[in-house]
């Protein structure tokens, strides 16, 4: 018996000494290294930090696959069109981040997709503009040199002149300082691009091609590396690794519907108490109003100075106390929105796939059908409200808050004017059909702020929009100066209902609106003036019931 349990006890411990060296010799395998091309300047998928270092969605993604598959990444960051020609001629095993196409299917093998991205032809605001990429036939168009969008204008638009450039912010710059006609360009890397170098005149205008699907790219002779690559991507799909790494560079969206119930929740509890203060501030004026009404004239005139600081110093202090509050929610209401509408958008074409293999597909209790006509307007709907949230709070700080100190500038009125049309030109075609607008030839000029007073114009003429009682009722804008030239006279007119004589004198004050049952405010007269003021001008008005209402804004002129 003693001689069977020696026995066993060296052959157990065999087996530990042969498992050992099998995992010691495991351990000592060297891994695959993997030379990977990416491109250092297309955010936030892939693209070089502050100290020079790769990051971005794609790059974060590859190393999770190579850590998954056993893989060593030799990441190479530089131009997109040094990438591809380094794929092409055996630089580089793989391209992390290609858009696939079936010209390039050819001579490339593809791994499944890992992002879909959409293109977008982006314009300067004041230069030409185009509804279809048809259209710019005769344009110059600006595109990434050897980008996927290089290869669709090649193919399909020969006629266009095709402007190459080697980094998509280098095309956007080409375009914001005035050169060239459009830019053909991914549309989430222009937006974070266009925002971090401050490229305010640029616009997209449309979207020409579906969304392209962007996956890892190599050479026939690497066809193995793709499948590990699929492989690697299909396990951090389904382990949610994928998801944590989109949630990282582009912000979460499954739980957006969580978030907009609370924050609807918070929104709502916190307009109830500013109803309540506000009700409580109106029953205190009303109750002071009385007891003046019983004094002498003198007296009455204090009272009422006494209750205008009162109710400025309760405002200040409710928008000190609320605006910020309320921002946070509709901040993030308007970061998220665009977001899920471009998820949507993208999502789009397979559903349809799916509803063509499923009739009769529904999503949340609704058949997809009706989704698809309703969730643009829904989307809409929601835009419109977190943007009408916003303009009341600024609208409550600008009237409380003191003028900042500004950087004002030599403004031509005419084009200020211009600009506010432009942006109120729905609402004017549908309130009149008779409109018209007369500037001073002479372009006169004024020191000040010019989305300041943009913002004063675009008052005066929504206001007279909505005296307007039929569309045959006309509305006139006008620009000119007075006899001796020193003042500029900036007039809104209308042939609406008019005011009555009485309200004429208190248009500017704070809360006071003649459209209350309309959801007026009484704020936007209120802030008008006091820009106006800031700019030493005047803001006065002349009305007669049924006759209609003359707005007019003064300002000194420069020399």
Known sequence: ????????????????????ETRTTLSNTPKRVVHIAADYNYPPYEFLDEEGQPAGYTVELTYAI???????????MTDWQSAYTGLLDGTYDVLQNIAYSEERAKHIFFSSPHSIVSQSLFARKDGPHVDDISEVSGYEVIVQNASIMHEYLKQNFPEITIIPAPTHSAALRLLASGKHDFALTANSPSLYLSQEMGLSNLEPIARPVAGQRLSYGALPVNEDLMALF???????????RQQEIYNKWFGTL????????????????????????????MVWNSMLRKEVERR????????????????????????????HEINNPTGL???????????????????????????????????????????????DEMQHSTDRIRNIVNDLK??????????????????????????????????????????????????????????????????????????????TISTSLNPDQSELLLAVEDQGCGIDQQALPRLTDPFFTTKRETGGTGLG?????????????????????GKGTVAIASFPVLP
């Open 333 to 379: 209401l308007m970061l998220n929105l665009p977001i899920l509408r471009s998820a949507w958008e993208d999502a789009l074409p397979y559903l349809d796939e799916v509803e063509q293999e499923h009739a009769g597909l529904s999503l949340g209790g609704l058949s997809y059908q009706r989704l698809k006509a309703e969730i643009p307007y829904l989307l």
């Open 398 to 475: 600008d009237f409380a808050r003191e003028q900042p100190d500004e950087i004002w500038q030599e403004v031509n009125i005419n084009q200020v004017v211009e600009t506010a049309v432009r942006l109120v030109d729905k609402s004017l075609r549908n309130a009149t059909e008779d409109f018209t607008l007369h500037l001073d030839p002479r372009n006169p000029k004024i020191l000040g702020n010019p989305q300041r007073l943009e913002q004063v114009i675009i008052n005066l003429v929504l206001n007279a929009c909505d005296a307007l009682e039929n569309k045959t009722q006309a509305l």
């Open 1 to 20: 018996m003693r001689t069977f349990i020696l026995w066993l006890m060296t052959v157990l411990v065999s087996v530990s000494f042969a498992h050992a």
């Open 525 to 545: 007269l209120s802030v008008s003036a006091g820009i106006v003021k800031a700019h030493k001008g005047r803001l006065s008005f002349e009305s007669s019931v």
């Open 296 to 323: 002498s004239e003198q007296i009455k005139a204090q009272q009422e100075q006494l209750i205008q600081a009162d109710k400025m110093a309760s405002l200040g202090v409710l928008v000190s106390g609320v605006a």
């Open 66 to 76: 190579a850590e998954t598959m056993g893989l060593d990444i030799d990441l190479t």
């Open 254 to 281: 499954d739980q957006s519907k969580t978030q907009w119930k609370k924050l609807g929740q918070y929104a709502f509890y916190t307009i109830l108490a500013l109803l309540f203060i506000l009700g409580g501030i």
């Open 230 to 240: 699929s492989e690697g991507l299909a396990i951090l799909k389904n382990t949610g």
